[in-house]
């Protein structure tokens, strides 16, 4: 077996390096996504598995020809989909070293330790956070909120739950959630045992902001058929449309009714450092808990969520199992006594270093530059009479369609799913849809410093493109 020396390894390393440089470098022209050629997609899925060796200088090549060059595409510029970001340079680098130093991050004297601390306190001041929280660095947003809903879930059953398991609750838990609360939410309250039919999908208003008038019917309702209100599970940042429940009115309530007030901030969270968000995020640092995450706004690469508890007691007492073969090195608690996993990635490294590299400031830059991108792209469509805003959220999610004149309403669901199957197989740009009041919407989220007002016009211009050709097909059929 051919075991990398240092000098051969040293090699390898500089020309995966130039590789990554140059993806980097071709990022500004180059496609966004492509379809994955069926021999290579064959070559890769249907490999038998190797029975000797292969030379590393050739798998770097497989890497650049297979591999690289099929990219989901959110590095791109001009990728638009989803909540997927642009890595930062300097967060590539930090994956590579945890990787060369492979520790488990559970806990203990090392450096990992020391760093997933200092990145958590950084977090939690991005945030406005008390300090006093204990976060947890997790695989992304569904698992934080997981983590946090297990929090929520152990203390509102006075710590019960966890040795006497949910069929014991004198009555089912209730969580709230909005019409336009993540899907995580409902998985998270199956998984927990809560049980689906248990959460209650509270309308949103004018502003797709959870509908306060409607969850305090919802919890009187409840609570009248003798269930248990837990936990509103409140939005700041909607992945739709960027909506920000009012989180100082939803705080105030779960005061008064004595429920846990938790906070889905995967995508929003960090949007609290944008200039055009003041005063939206007012009582976000009530929250008992809140999910955010690293791997969408600042743009580490993924994977990288993080789970914040206002009471770290309550999340150690929820999870802390210390086994006989783990009781070294205890000076401190470890991170492993605050979430599920035992073994844990050193995570924490890339956010260190890219908090570091672009500062506070160049933060609140980057992420301000991503709202006023969509505010460019609001300004685009309006000039453009074939297009029609339909959500323009105070994040940078923005909701449109594609309605050249003439069409008629029950076409126009399906012109809009087509120009953007078009343009996503031009290659030229990526993007999605989603539904908006029971219609499908062109769907467009900037968390991408790369993205350039010309990024957008590429963008409109491809979808006008896929639309006309869409409707010269039609009408030549
Ligand atoms: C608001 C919100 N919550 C939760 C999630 C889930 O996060 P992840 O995909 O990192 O698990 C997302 C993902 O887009 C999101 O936008």
Not at 70 to 85: D, E, H, K, L, Q
Request: glycine share 8%; proline share 5%.
């Amino acid at each position: 077996m051919d075991i990398l020396n240092p000098e051969q390894f040293r090699a390898l390393g500089y020309r995966a390096i130039d590789m990554i440089a140059e993806q980097l470098a071709d990022l500004t022209d180059g496609p966004t996504r492509r379809p994955v050629p069926l021999d290579i997609r064959h070559g890769l899925e249907d490999q038998p598995i190797p029975q000797t060796g292969a030379d590393p200088f050739d798998l770097l090549d497989r890497v650049q020809n297979e591999i690289l060059a099929y990219p989901m595409g959110n590095p791109s510029p001009r990728f638009f989909a989803w909540v997927n970001s642009t890595p930062t340079p300097i967060g590539i680098l930090g994956d590579l070293f945890a990787a060369a130093m492979s520790p488990s991050a559970a806990g203990g004297d090392q450096a990992a330790t020391y760093v997933e601390r200092a990145a958590l306190t950084w977090v939690k001041d991005m945030l406005g956070f008390p300090q006093e929280a204990q976060g947890l660095f997790v695989s992304g947003g569904s698992k934080a909120n997981l983590t946090c809903l297990a929090v929520m879930r152990h203390v509102m059953s006075d710590g019960k739950v966890r040795h006497e398991g949910m069929m014991a609750q004198d009555a089912p838990m209730i969580v709230y959630t909005s019409a336009h609360g993540h899907s995580c939410i409902e998985k998270t309250v199956s998984a927990l045992g809560i049980g689906s039919q248990n959460l209650r999908i509270i309308p949103v208003d004018s502003q797709y902001r959870m509908d306060l008038t409607k969850l305090r019917e919802a919890i009187a309702a409840d609570r009248a058929a003798g269930l248990h209100p837990v936990c509103v599970a409140a939005s700041a940042g909607t992945t739709n449309t960027g909506a920000i429940d009012q989180l100082d009115e939803i705080a105030d309530l779960c005061e008064a009714e004595k429920m846990w007030f938790h906070i889905d901030g995967a995508y929003g969270g960090f949007g609290i450092l944008a200039e055009q968000t003041e005063g939206l995020y007012k009582g976000m640092n009530r929250a008992d808990s809140i999910a955010v995450d690293p791997h969408k706004w600042l743009y580490i690469p993924v994977e990288c969520g993080c789970a914040i508890v206002r009471h770290a007691d309550a999340m150690r007492a929820t999870f802390s199992l210390v086994p006989a073969y783990l009781q070294e090195d205890r000076a401190e608690p470890w991170f492993s006594e605050y979430g599920l996993q035992q073994t844990r990635g050193f995570r924490a490294l890339k956010v260190w270093l890219s908090i570091q590299h672009y500062g506070l400031d160049g933060y609140r830059k980057m992420i301000t530059q991503d709202i006023n991108t969509a505010y460019d792209l609001r300004r685009k469509l309006f000039t453009r009479s074939d297009f029609e805003v339909v959500t323009a959220g105070p994040l940078s999610v923005t909701c449109f369609r594609y309605v050249p004149a003439g069409v008629p309403e029950d076409m126009l669901d399906d012109l809009q799913r087509q120009i953007v199957a078009w343009t996503n197989a031009s290659a030229r740009a990526f993007i999605t849809t989603t539904m908006i009041d029971g219609k499908v919407v062109v769907r467009a989220c900037h968390v991408n410093f790369r993205t350039t007002s010309a990024d957008l016009d590429v963008l409109l211009d491809t979808l006008t493109e896929a639309g006309q050709l869409v409707l010269e097909t039609a009408r030549s059929a």
